[in-house]
């Protein structure tokens, strides 16, 4: 009977924690899309394009410029999530006196089921396939690469030299990354010669150790997708995976929520302490009774602390 009863209380608890869970994304998701101040491409596919948002209130000293804030939106790097569903977190930042730049990139949009049995086990799973290698890549990069011109012509309110990158869960991943391209690979063609000039990252529950997160299964495999599948998952893991490009020599801080269930922090602190294991302090800020959706929604107590993590380095 104890055997019966503590597996009852498992089962409550987790009905719970499945209710609470999706109560946030709902939250997460009610708010209405927000226009952008102005749009650019940086390249030919209609997905090379990002989102400018003027800051709404001057908070620099003086009235000069306004940091500026890259975001890199999430959704397991499937094509069904694009920049759209982050805007209202985007223009929160642009109240919070922030310039924001929400970078569209390619995402996975093959649906797997119609390819056949093989075709879905190649790539670890049923559904959309997550991203597309390389493409995804080459338009982080390329999009990082064109900012600074791009914000000075379609948002002269910014401050590329205040530069800070933050994404969410996938975009987390990509931020990080972003942020380590000088750490590549000699051979790849991401690799810049000098760290970016960045303030710092801000990564939001981000899928940072490819490892740990193929252990918990995160996403259903999207990270081995994301790399093109099981062939080339390991020969691509030094191209992609956050916790193998370190030290970065960029202040970092990853803002987790405990009880995600989406992206455990388990992945947050291998990442730190990955970090750690190559002499880099990364921040890690743990937020109790918060799942992986708060971090984005301008309604949660946890995004108000996003926007302060972000100011942080900003300044």
Same mark, same amino acid.
Request: charged share 20%.
């Given at each position: 009977?104890?055997?019966?009863?503590?597996?009852?209380?498992?089962?409550?608890?987790?009905?719970?924690?499945?209710?609470?869970?999706?109560?946030?994304? =709902?939250?997460?998701?009610?708010?209405?899309?927000?226009?952008?101040?102005?749009? #650019?491409?940086?390249?030919?596919?209609?997905?090379?394009?990002? %989102?400018?948002?003027?800051?709404?209130?001057?908070?620099?000293?003086?009235?000069?410029? @306004?940091?500026?804030?890259?975001?890199?939106?999430?959704?397991?790097?499937?094509?069904?999530?694009?920049?759209?569903?982050?805007?209202?977190?985007?223009?929160?930042?642009?109240?919070?006196?922030? #310039?924001?730049?929400?970078?569209?990139?390619?995402?996975?949009?093959?649906?797997?089921?119609?390819?056949?049995?093989?075709?879905?086990?190649?790539?670890?799973?049923?559904?959309?396939?997550?991203?597309?290698?390389?493409?995804?890549?080459?338009?982080?990069?390329?999009?990082?690469?064109?900012?600074?011109?791009?914000?000075?012509?379609?948002?002269?309110?910014? %401050?590329?030299?205040?530069?800070?990158?933050?994404?969410?869960?996938?975009?987390?991943?990509?931020?990080?990354?972003?942020?380590?391209?000088?750490?590549?690979?000699?051979?790849?063609?991401?690799?810049? %010669?000098?760290? @970016?000039?960045?303030?710092?990252?801000?990564?939001?529950?981000? /899928?940072?150790?490819?490892?740990?997160?193929?252990?918990?299964?995160?996403?259903?495999?999207?990270?081995?997708?994301?790399?093109?599948?099981?062939?080339?998952?390991?020969?691509?893991?030094?191209?992609?995976?956050?916790?193998?490009?370190?030290?970065?020599?960029?202040?970092?801080?990853?803002?987790?929520?405990?009880?995600?269930?989406?992206?455990? =922090?388990?992945?947050?602190?291998?990442?730190?302490?990955?970090?750690?294991?190559?002499?880099?302090?990364?921040?890690?800020?743990?937020?109790?009774?918060?799942?992986?959706?708060?971090? /984005?929604?301008? #309604?949660?107590?946890?995004?108000?602390?996003?926007?302060?993590? /972000?100011?942080?380095?900003?300044?």
């Amino acid at each position: 009977m104890p055997d019966d009863a503590a597996a009852r209380a498992a089962a409550v608890a987790r009905a719970a924690a499945e209710a609470r869970a999706a109560a946030e994304e =709902e939250s997460a998701f009610s708010h209405p899309a927000v226009d952008p101040d102005a749009a #650019a491409r940086y390249g030919d596919d209609p997905d090379q394009v990002i %989102d400018f948002y003027a800051p709404r209130v001057s908070v620099s000293p003086g009235g000069g410029l @306004a940091p500026l804030v890259v975001v890199l939106h999430g959704g397991a790097w499937r094509a069904p999530y694009d920049r759209r569903h982050v805007t209202p977190f985007a223009d929160f930042l642009a109240r919070r006196g922030f #310039a924001v730049a929400n970078v569209e990139y390619r995402r996975g949009a093959v649906s797997l089921p119609a390819q056949g049995a093989a075709a879905r086990g190649a790539a670890g799973g049923a559904g959309p396939v997550a991203g597309r290698w390389p493409e995804t890549f080459d338009d982080v990069a390329a999009a990082m690469d064109a900012l600074p011109a791009l914000v000075r012509e379609f948002l002269p309110q910014a %401050d590329p030299r205040r530069m800070v990158v933050t994404g969410h869960s996938a975009g987390g991943h990509l931020a990080l990354w972003a942020a380590a391209r000088h750490l590549l690979p000699a051979d790849a063609a991401w690799r810049i %010669d000098r760290p @970016a000039p960045l303030r710092g990252v801000v990564a939001l529950a981000p /899928i940072a150790d490819f490892t740990v997160a193929d252990k918990l299964d995160v996403c259903d495999g999207a990270f081995r997708q994301l790399l093109g599948g099981d062939a080339g998952f390991t020969a691509r893991l030094p191209y992609a995976d956050p916790a193998l490009l370190l030290p970065t020599g960029i202040a970092t801080t990853l803002v987790q929520g405990r009880t995600d269930t989406v992206v455990p =922090e388990a992945v947050a602190e291998a990442y730190a302490d990955a970090a750690a294991k190559a002499g880099e302090v990364v921040g890690l800020t743990l937020l109790e009774d918060v799942g992986h959706f708060p971090l /984005i929604d301008p #309604a949660a107590d946890a995004c108000a602390v996003v926007a302060e993590e /972000i100011a942080q380095l900003a300044w």
